[in-house]
Structure formats: structure tokens, C-alpha cells
T-cell receptor, first 111, second 113 residues
Framework: GDSVTQMEGPVTLSEEACLTI???????????LFWYVQYPGEGLQLLLK?????DKGSNKGFEATYRKETTSFHLEKGSVQVSDSAVYFC??????????FGQGTELSVKP | KAGVTQTPRYLIKTRGQQVTLSCSPI?????VSWYQQTPGQGLQFLFE???????NKGNFPGRFSGRQFSNSRSEMNVSTLELGDSALYLC????????????FGSGTQLSVL
């Protein structure tokens, strides 16, 4: 079945450091890909999405590019802030239309 | 516009009991999905409802059930609770049948003792 694999956390960075969270997927067909973020005590929020190969999703300084050849959708940010501390989930929509999530990667940014 | 509202926020039950969780979607949203979130398993899809019909179901035992009402509000029920059912249960709503952009509630934290 379809699945999503994320790099394990926690990831700890200093403010203004570069961030990459790796995400790879296995899917039938060409799913849409997503990054969701969960701040402490809250539900998940959509951060960005890409619906076809080579699409780049971006929001709040975060970017991710849909790479069909490597079945990847890595999340990147050039300069993280303390307020970016959260858990990040990579996800795909399967052929039935439901979202399948990765395990989540906890990011902690220190001042 | 109010977000997705889940009640109660916290719940403590004992093994063998049953529990009902409630979810009110964003006004105008007709699709509601439920997820179980645990540290070990991450986010696991439970089921999805659209216009009062179950459209998708995850790999959970029959003790887990749900329904959706004509106003799109949804409930999920877990019977004969087990310790392993302790989790954060998240509800998400979306506008139509394509569940790609989900809006999540803050969840109900269920503890089974």
C-alpha cells in the first residue's frame, strides 16, 4: 500500500540555521503531496502542497519540490526561527482520496 | 469563521467502557475525517464521512465506529476500551469529497486506565 517515510527526529537547530526534513513516498499513480505542521497543543495545519511532478510548494519561507524520479518531497527553509518549533508531517493523498501521513519530525529551534 | 471544534478536549476512561467523541466541522464543510495519533504509530486514518455516508475506512477493529449527521457534525464511538486506545483523536473537515486540504481540530486526548 501507499506509504510515507520521514527522517526521524527530534531535529534541534539554532536560530537562522538551514533546515531540511527528508520525506520519501511509495504510491500507486501520481499522488498529491503535502506538508502539515502541528504546533504544541494544536491540530495539524496545512503548510504547503504540490499536485504534480516538479511542482514547488511554498509558504512562510518553507519550500518543497515534488520529485517523481526520487519519489521525494523534502521540506526546506533557509533560516529557521524559534517560532518554527513544531512537529512536521509529510503526507500524500492516495487513490481513494484519503491522506496518508509520515511519522512526523519534531523540530526544536533554540535562540 | 469558526474552526473545527472537538469535544471534549480531555477524557479519562477505564478499560471496558465506551466513549463518544464529537466533532463540529467548519461551517459549509461536508466531509469529516477522523485520525488516531499516538507516539508509536503516528497518524492513523480511522474513517471519513461525506454527506452522512462513510466514504473511506481505515484498518481499525469494529469497536471503532462513527457517523455523520445531516448538519455535517460527526461522532466517533469506541466500545470496550483497551489500554492501547489511549491516543489523541483528531477530526478534520474539508469542503468537498476531495480531502486534500484538511482543516484539523485540536483533538480529544483519550486516556484509558
Amino acid at each position: 500500500g501507499d506509504s510515507v517515510t520521514q527522517m526521524e527526529g527530534p531535529v534541534t537547530l539554532s536560530e537562522e540555521a538551514c533546515l531540511t526534513i527528508n520525506c520519501t513516498y511509495t504510491a500507486t499513480g501520481y499522488p498529491s503531496l503535502f506538508w502539515y505542521v502541528q504546533y504544541p497543543g494544536e491540530g495539524l495545519q496545512l503548510l504547503l502542497k504540490a499536485t504534480k511532478a516538479d511542482d514547488k510548494g511554498s509558504n512562510k519561507g518553507f519550500e518543497a519540490t515534488y520529485r517523481k524520479e526520487t519519489t521525494s518531497f523534502h521540506l526546506e527553509k533557509g533560516s529557521v526561527q524559534v517560532s518554527d518549533s513544531a512537529v512536521y508531517f509529510c503526507a500524500l493523498s492516495d487513490q481513494g482520496g484519503k491522506l496518508i501521513f509520515g511519522q512526523g519530525t519534531e523540530l526544536s529551534v533554540k535562540p | 469563521k469558526a474552526g473545527v471544534t472537538q469535544t471534549p478536549r480531555y477524557l479519562i476512561k477505564t478499560r471496558g467502557q465506551q466513549v463518544t467523541l464529537s466533532c463540529s466541522p467548519i461551517s459549509g464543510h461536508r466531509s469529516v475525517s477522523w485520525y488516531q495519533q499516538t507516539p508509536g504509530q503516528g497518524l492513523q486514518f480511522l474513517f471519513e464521512y461525506f454527506s452522512e455516508t462513510q466514504r473511506n475506512k481505515g484498518n481499525f477493529p469494529g469497536r471503532f465506529s462513527g457517523r455523520q449527521f445531516s448538519n455535517s457534525r460527526s461522532e466517533m464511538n469506541v466500545s470496550t476500551l483497551e489500554l492501547g486506545d489511549s491516543a489523541l483523536y483528531l477530526c478534520a473537515s474539508s469542503l468537498g469529497q476531495k480531502t486534500e486540504k484538511l482543516f484539523f481540530g485540536s483533538g480529544t486526548q483519550l486516556s484509558v486506565l
